[in-house]
């Protein structure tokens, strides 16, 4: 479990890599729009589509590494005045909501990336990109996303019995502090 463990979180850990590059050309194309806009006094018609594309790619790919490293939002009102074990229980008994929605997203996903890469679907707008790409990661960071709550959960397990996490396999300890 340990190998399989290190594996998926590598695996995520390089994908927010490279993902997290996806934010220049973001910034330079939108930094185009408003350059398009204000100085020229008219946008190019692009610019922004094409940053919401990456973005939308930044954004879904990032999950496994985000819940790798505990960093998903948590309501802390409670939560947070509880110990890594009482933590690691309450997220074990309600772990069950994330696997539910991981496979309806995979599931549905999955059918919305093929029919759309069967199409290669585009935007339908005046520029008129293809848009299949962004559908496919969708499948591909939900599966990213499944494995690493798999990971999740055997952290949690261990948590529950008193045994040592590797923070570098199974995330930052759930009583350490969020930056």
Not at 108 to 131: F, R
């Amino acid at each position: 479990m340990l190998k399989f463990a290190r594996t998926v979180t590598w695996i995520n850990t390089w994908c927010a890599r490279i993902a997290a590059w996806l934010i220049l050309p973001m910034f330079f194309l939108l930094m185009a729009d408003v350059v398009m806009r204000y100085v020229v006094g008219s946008a190019a018609i692009w610019t922004a589509e094409l940053a919401q594309l990456i973005f939308g790619v930044y954004a879904v790919i990032a999950g496994g590494y985000l819940l790798a490293q505990r960093g998903h939002v948590n309501v802390d009102i409670v939560y947070g005045r509880y110990g890594s074990k009482r933590k690691a229980q309450i997220d074990l008994a309600t772990s069950f909501l994330c696997f539910l929605f991981l496979v309806v997203l995979i599931w549905q996903g999955t059918d919305m990336a093929w029919e759309s890469a069967s199409k290669l679907e585009t935007s339908s707008s005046i520029w008129d990109p293809q848009i299949w790409p962004v559908k496919v990661a969708i499948p591909i960071a939900g599966v990213l996303l499944f494995l690493q709550a798999i990971v999740r959960v055997a952290s949690d397990i261990r948590t529950v019995m008193g045994l040592h996490n590797d923070p570098e396999v199974f995330g930052k300890q759930a009583d350490e502090p969020s930056h």
